[in-house]
């Protein structure tokens, strides 16, 4: 069906940009609004972080 194609990019489109600021919120929220004072960001936290999706 070529008219359902529109709808499944913008459906595309949301679902990333939800997962962008769901990342980055994560990300901000675990180190207390200072993303790079540390400079490793704790790979086991991430790696647990992502193993959710």
């Known amino acids: 069906m ?3 194609a ?5 459906s595309l489109y949301f ?3 939800f997962m962008f600021l769901l990342v ?3 990300i901000f929220f ?5 993303p ?4 490793d960001l704790s790979v086991e936290k ?4 992502f193993w959710l999706w």
Not at 30 to 34: L, R, V
Not at 36 to 39: G, N, Q, T, V
């Open 15 to 17: 679902y990333f940009i």
């Open 46 to 49: 991430s790696k647990n972080f």
């Open 30 to 34: 675990q180190s207390d609004y200072k």
């Open 2 to 4: 070529p008219q359902m």
């Open 24 to 26: 980055l919120s994560a």
């Open 6 to 10: 529109p709808l499944m990019w913008l």
């Open 36 to 39: 790079f004072k540390e400079a």
